[in-house]
């Protein structure tokens, strides 16, 4: 007879750890909050001592992204300064052109949550003359529409700063900025859009140049400078601590931003500030129109004046008049 077969014991899989779904984090003008610590937990060990496990703690990390788009028939002109500010920001992303009379409020803030990012620069022509600026933290707000003036892009200019691409500015503020809430709110919508974010695959990690953004005439003005060291060598180190050796080399582009108004809102919503000194493009060429219609009026005025005149003071024939006529 043939050997009965053992029995063979059927050992149940482990059982797979539940893990928890995170709770989602809320997104502040700062970014996402940071997640709290988790609390420590008291565990029994098989030997009947007590211990502590803390749980390893994710650190925060910047992820903000810049959505940078322009409108439809924009020139030339304003569009090399959007691609010069993509060259300065590399953690820009760029989009197709959008039509100005859309709904700005609903796209671009589809836009910007197809592409991932938080925050929204965009540049809006207006009769191929004017320039506009919206910065907007997307999808909730605040937003700030400016006018631009004086723009001169880095090609025009052919200034001597050069700084590496892909490195990361030092964002420089003028004190005016401390001293009106509407600037406090502004300087913070400015860092947040133009300051790189630590650790971005596509930056380099040191910084080569600075953005300075100075408060002058109710306007902002803005300057890219290269910070140019003097050579140093294996044996003669520049400390770091002599900034008086360290010079400011103009790179370009420039531009002077007038704020027009501050939404509460993306690309719209509640009136947060108002600019009392902004006068309309529009409104600045028709006063020219109206200046130079003055003078024309002033010259035919002028004829009229002296033709009355001649004819109310005639001068008498002079006795020589007939001298030289033929008999």
């Known amino acids: 007879m043939g050997k009965k077969r053992k029995?063979?014991?059927?050992?149940a899989p482990p059982a797979t750890p539940v893990v928890e779904a995170e709770p989602p984090r809320k997104r502040t003008l700062l970014g996402l909050k940071?997640?709290?610590?988790?609390?420590?937990v008291e565990t029994k060990a098989e030997n009947g001592s007590n211990g502590a496990a803390a749980a390893a703690v994710v650190p925060f990390r910047n992820k903000e992204k810049t959505l940078v788009l322009c409108s439809r028939r924009i020139t030339f002109r304003y569009r090399h300064l959007m691609m010069d500010i993509m060259a300065l920001l590399p953690h820009s992303k760029k989009d197709v052109k959008v039509q100005a009379k859309d709904n700005k409020a609903d796209t671009l803030n589809e836009l910007a949550d197809l592409k991932g990012c938080s925050s929204c620069l965009l540049f809006e022509c207006r009769k191929k003359k004017d320039l506009y600026m919206w910065l907007s933290k997307s999808p909730s707000g605040p937003s700030a529409k400016f006018l631009l003036k004086a723009v001169h892009t880095t090609e025009e200019l052919k200034l001597t700063g050069n700084h590496l691409k892909g490195s990361r500015p030092l964002l420089s503020f003028s004190s005016e900025f401390e001293m009106h809430p509407h600037l406090q709110l502004l300087k913070e919508l400015l860092l947040q859009v133009f300051c790189t974010p630590k650790d971005h695959r596509k930056s380099k990690p040191f910084f080569d140049h600075?953005?300075?953004?100075?408060?002058?005439?109710n306007h902002i003005w803005f300057r890219n400078y290269q910070i140019s060291v003097p050579h140093q060598s294996a044996t003669n180190k520049i400390d770091r601590a002599a900034l008086e050796k360290m010079t400011l080399v103009e790179a370009g582009p420039r531009f002077a931003m007038n704020p027009i108004k501050i939404f509460s809102g993306s690309f719209g919503g509640q009136t947060l500030f108002e600019n009392p000194f902004y006068i309309s493009p529009n409104a600045e060429r028709s006063l020219d129109k109206k200046k130079k219609a003055g003078k024309y009026?002033?010259?035919v005025k002028a004829k009229q004046r002296r033709k009355t005149y001649e004819s109310v003071n005639q001068l008498e024939p002079s006795e020589l008049a007939d001298v030289w006529d033929e008999d």
């Open 210 to 217: 600075v953005f300075t953004f100075s408060f002058l005439d």
């Open 34 to 40: 940071p997640q709290p610590e988790p609390e420590v």
């Open 7 to 11: 029995s063979q014991q059927v050992v």
């Open 297 to 299: 009026q002033k010259k």
